[in-house]
């Protein structure tokens, strides 16, 4: 029979096991989000969007990880003797906040119209708070919470644990004070990692990866937290695979269930349209065209014979080097310019946008055809009304495809004098402008 000293031996070293497959378990956790996004925006960049835009999958993943952090923040809370019940007490508190707000407070479910104050004042028409101060454009009080979030991250998984060890004392005073809880050492990297992410260093949206892997980390560091006050000798891996599978089933529901929804798929499609469209641009500031095609094929999808967008990917094929693909996008846009063209033969823009295509093709014949009969109708029209901006910009355009460079530079910059507000004619003119320019330098 063992002795009572083997028996300690061997359940300090079932501890220790049991402790270690938890800190795998959870590194490993880190490492799979990140090298899952970092495939996903080089090889499978509408996975990538799907994964961090709103009201799908990785949002709704954030959601559920803080729901949990305040689920267990509350059984702690709840636990008088507690060590850091004042900590997981705020804890709980600030974390239904984000809840609420992610959902904006229940907008996101239920669909109601947004309050005046908030239409009026928010980045993004929704019924929350942060969306006061933050949004999806540059603001000063964006900036300045998105570098206090990732300093609070460091402080709290870095600082805070380190300052514990060599018995800094206002660290000491946090915890005796029960406003500091140190996180498991696992989650140290999943923190670090938070912190760079939230400041957006390639601007790819990398804010929602670290908005997901702090979500996960409080809520794993509650859990811990919470099977000590068990009194549990041996910390298993069932409870934190457990509690990942059901977040992770219900952000997969919850996404699905709103996909499935008439009222709020409309939205989501707008949202996601709205997002490939941005992910066009950020590709093509990389100049990663393989990105742009996967953009703009899901954004022809959500929006189809889109004939800009249809030259634009095959503009990008070429690029590839995939020059039959190229080719099958411009008769694409050739056939919808014909199609618009059946039904409004003097549409100005279908013969501009027809004598595009076929210059790509390589067929200058029929784009000196069409390209002349849009300049004649955009002539007619412009000279019956000479103040109206349209006709002149149109006319400048229908100059571009017959070559006459000159004029066409003449009637963008009078499109701009007639309307001088439009940022549409004025991008177009200093556009022009800047090509004439270069072009006799």
Known sequence: MPNRSTLLY?????????????????????????????IAVFYF?????????????????????????CFFSTLLACQKNHAQRWFFMLLAAASFYVVMEEISWGQRLIGFETPQ????????????????LTGPVDAWTKTILTYGVAFALLCYA???????????????????????????????????FAAILEIEPFSFNEAEIAELLVAW????????????????????????????LVGVSASWGTTTLLINSPSQRTEINDRLTNGFEKFIDRYEGYEYPFGVV???????????????ILRKIADNYELLGDFASAKLYLQKAVDEALQRLAKDP?????????????RKLGDFTSMAVYADRAYNIALKRQQAEPDHAYWAYWLAKACEQTNRQEDALKFFRLAHQLEPESSRYEDAYQQKKQIMIEYEE
């Open 10 to 38: 061997q359940s300090s070293e079932d501890h220790s096991s049991g402790k270690n497959t938890v800190s795998v378990f959870i590194v490993g956790l880190t490492l799979f989000v990140l090298i899952f996004y970092v």
């Open 158 to 192: 870095v600082f805070l644990p380190l300052a514990l060890r060599v018995n800094f004392k206002p660290a000491r005073w946090l915890n005796d004070w029960r406003l500091a809880a140190e996180p498991p050492m696992a989650l140290m990297p999943a923190f670090i």
């Open 117 to 132: 104050f908030f239409h009026d004042n928010s980045y993004q028409d929704e019924a929350n708070i942060h969306n006061l």
């Open 346 to 358: 003097e549409s100005i823009q279908a013969n501009v946008s027809i004598a595009k295509s076929y």
């Open 45 to 69: 960049p509408t996975l990538y969007v799907i994964g961090t835009y709103e009201d799908l999958y990785g949002e709704w993943g954030q959601t559920y990880g803080f729901g949990i952090t």
């Open 217 to 244: 980390s409080l809520a794993f560091t509650a859990l811990t937290y919470w099977l000590q006050s068990q009194s549990t000798d041996k910390p298993a891996l069932f409870p934190y695979f457990l509690v990942l």
């Open 294 to 308: 996967e953009m703009l094929k899901q954004f022809d999808r959500m929006q189809p014979n889109n004939t800009v």
